[in-house]
């Protein structure tokens, strides 16, 4: 039985129970919220053991993605399952493979048996670059190549899966008739654009939502909506396209309630600051509470190669407002496939951005902070790296810049305010 109807008869699964342990929650809140909708448990059966299950919503901590991928200018294997890898040890909660060069099928296999955390995927990006190698076009998938492929995403054992299915001919149109800047840069929703106009026909994720929700309930799978109109650049933020898309992907949800089937939504993109909380809050009351899940935001568009600070500064705000998933975005965003060193550094930044924000919504996060600022105050430099959210990093910064044995840091010395305070202390007692 699934998660979702598990819940709404009132009967607490194994994976609501050991999400309610790794969160400190009781598992009535846990169960509370799946059959409401307004948490999610990645956990796909299929994955036996392997897998951990993966809370995601409302009272829990906010979590963090990775995505990795094979493209067909680097196409590199087993680049990529290092790169899953390593995202893991940094602390990711899920990574999702995106791959569109090489054999798909066994990159996808390799990651999900190398990995412990909840694996997604876009199978659409499998129905069309299969349609392109074997048709000669993207275009030349049909509905079965597009389900096929949802179905042996779900049959392999992924957890979730991004399916565009707000991506509508009304919406499309008003895509058009604004006359975007930067159109549609989702390439699920581009993918699916595409056909839709080639073939004049309405979007078979939409129109045949219902055999996606026989496919979503027979694994368990989690469907995550996919934002295909989501803005690209901040002039398209919280526009027409954008909204429009929100409105459907609402009615999908209570669609996808009403089957017993979890959906999460996905949502912007670049987004100024200002209009961050709104986003957030509109999505929330238009979705009745699912969780939020969002890439970025990006905040402004004149940083390439810093962009994985621009997007944790939207990560932060967006999860204090109610977001619920942050995608990490690395620095190689809107430049090139990340490195090892990319994938790494990018999920450091998306985890502070999301303890920054569980640390102001949620108080019982706070004694990490306490912890460390206690080994500050004592001067033990091996406790406050042992603390930090990235003891690697901080360990080698701390031993290249110090000398010796040093109690202070290079940049006070002996004038540390901590140490002079506590010399005088120990010297008027």
Request: hydrophobic share 40%; glycine share 10%.
């Given at each position: ?10 009967h607490?699964?194994e ?6 342990r ?8 846990v169960?509370r919220?799946v ?14 053991g ?6 995601i919503?409302d ?6 993605n ?17 790169k ?18 090489g054999?798909?099928?066994?990159i ?6 190398e ?6 995927t ?12 074997a ?7 049909d509905e079965d190549?597009i ?6 995403h ?7 899966v991004?399916v565009h299915c707000?991506?509508t001919?009304?919406s ?5 008739e ?13 993918f699916?654009a ?8 309405e979007n078979p ?8 929700l026989?496919i979503?309930?027979e ?9 295909g ?8 933020a919280t ?17 996808a ?5 979890q ?17 957030v ?12 899940y ?6 402004t ?6 962009d ?13 407002a ?7 975005v690395t620095?190689?965003?809107?430049i ?7 994938v ?6 998306a985890?502070?951005?999301?303890h ?15 912890r460390?600022?206690?080994a500050r105050?004592?001067?033990?430099w ?8 990235d003891?690697?990093?901080a360990r080698?910064?701390?031993?290249a810049?110090?000398?010796g044995?040093?109690?202070t840091?290079s ?5 540390c305010?901590?140490k002079i305070?506590?010399d005088y202390?120990r010297?008027?007692?």
């Open positions: 039985m699934s998660q979702m109807k598990s819940a709404k008869r009132g607490p699964t994976e609501m129970k050991e999400v309610a790794a969160e400190g929650v009781s598992p009535e809140h169960m919220g059959s409401e909708g307004r948490i999610v448990i990645a956990k796909n059966p299929a994955r036996g392997r897998g951990k299950a993966l809370g919503g009272g829990l901590r906010v979590k963090v990775a995505n990795v991928g094979t493209s067909p200018d680097v196409c590199d294997p087993d680049l990529e399952v290092r899953a890898k390593i995202a893991e040890e940094a602390g990711a909660d899920s990574v999702m493979d995106l791959s569109t060069g054999d798909l099928d066994s996808r296999r390799r990651i999900l048996g990995l412990s955390v909840a694996v997604g876009v199978p659409i990006y499998q129905a069309a670059i299969e349609a392109q190698r048709k000669g076009a993207i275009i030349h998938m190549d389900f096929n492929a949802i179905e042996r779900a049959k392999d054992g992924v957890d979730f991004t707000g991506v001919r009304a499309l149109r008003s895509v058009i604004r006359e975007r800047l930067l159109g549609i840069v989702s390439r699920g929703g581009t699916t595409a056909w839709m106009m080639r073939h004049g026909k994720l939409y129109e045949n939502y219902d055999y996606l026989d979503a309930e694994y368990d799978l989690v469907l995550s909506l996919g934002d109109l989501r803005p690209g650049c901040i002039a398209d526009d027409g396209p954008q909204i429009h898309e929100l409105l459907i992907i609402g009615e999908l949800v209570e669609r309630r009403r089957r017993g089937v959906a999460m939504v996905e949502g912007p993109g670049h987004i100024p600051l200002n209009q961050i909380e709104a986003n809050r509109l999505e929330k009351a238009i979705c009745k509470g699912a969780p939020f969002v890439l970025g935001p990006v905040v568009d004149v940083a390439p190669g810093y994985h600070f621009v997007s944790a500064i939207g990560g932060a705000i967006a999860a204090l109610g977001a619920d998933f942050l995608c990490y620095p190689a965003e809107h090139g496939l990340p490195t090892e060193e990319d790494r550094e990018g999920v450091m930044v985890r502070i951005a999301a920054a924000a569980d640390l102001a919504r949620m108080g019982r996060f706070a004694e990490w902070d306490r460390i600022s206690e105050r004592d001067l033990d091996a406790r406050q790296i042992e603390l930090a959210i003891p690697e990093r080698r910064m701390r031993a810049r110090t000398r044995e040093s109690r840091c940049m006070c010395g002996e004038y305010a901590i305070l506590k202390v010297a008027e007692h």
